[in-house]
């Protein structure tokens, strides 16, 4: 008898112990989710619990695919890769392997086409319907502006502009 009044019983006994391995825990991002067509993103990764991850895209890129393998990164630390000359839009996936399975993971860039360039169409009208000026005559100056927003103007004609107007020089 124990000391708590318990009966002790000197037979053997067992103990089963068992470990189920955790799946690998991944995490992908990018810097940006929106660029435009022929900028970069960067890729950012963390893993842990896996033993060898595979990059994959849709569309294919080969930068991201092209080593076959990624990286595993140490503990509490992020890896980067940045993707240059994108011009579709991509998913990125990275799957990784471990004692406790597999996991996968992805983060997708949206591309938009390369904005157009402003354009402006000026006219100048001279008094009385000649193609040439007098020294300190008059003109008027008219301007239209396609994918403008802001207008300014240099020279003995200067300052902000709106992106549609006249002004008399």
């Known amino acids: 008898i124990d000391t708590h009044g318990f009966e002790i019983d000197s037979g053997t006994v067992g103990i089963v112990v068992s470990a189920t391995a955790l799946p690998p825990q991944v995490t992908l991002e990018l810097d940006r989710t929106a660029i435009v067509s022929g900028q970069s993103a960067t890729l ?41 000359g994108i011009t579709a839009g991509t998913q990125f996936t990275l799957s990784c392997t471990g004692p406790g399975g597999t996991s996968s993971t992805d983060a997708s860039v949206l591309v938009t086409s390369a904005p157009i360039a402003p354009n402006i169409s000026l006219t100048v009208t001279i008094p009385g319907g000649t193609d040439y000026g007098i020294a300190g005559q008059t003109a008027l100056l008219s301007w239209v502006t396609f994918n403008a927003t802001a207008c300014t103007a240099s020279g003995s004609w200067s300052g902000s502009k709106a992106t549609v107007g006249t002004d008399e020089q």
Do not use: R, Y
């Not at 994959?56 to 993707?83: C, E, M, R, Y």
């Open 44 to 84: 950012s990764w963390t893993v842990s619990d896996a033993t060898s991850c595979v990059p994959s895209s849709i569309p294919a890129n080969t930068q991201w695919n092209g080593a076959g393998t990624k990286a595993i990164p140490v503990a509490d630390s992020v890896l980067t890769q940045t993707i240059t």
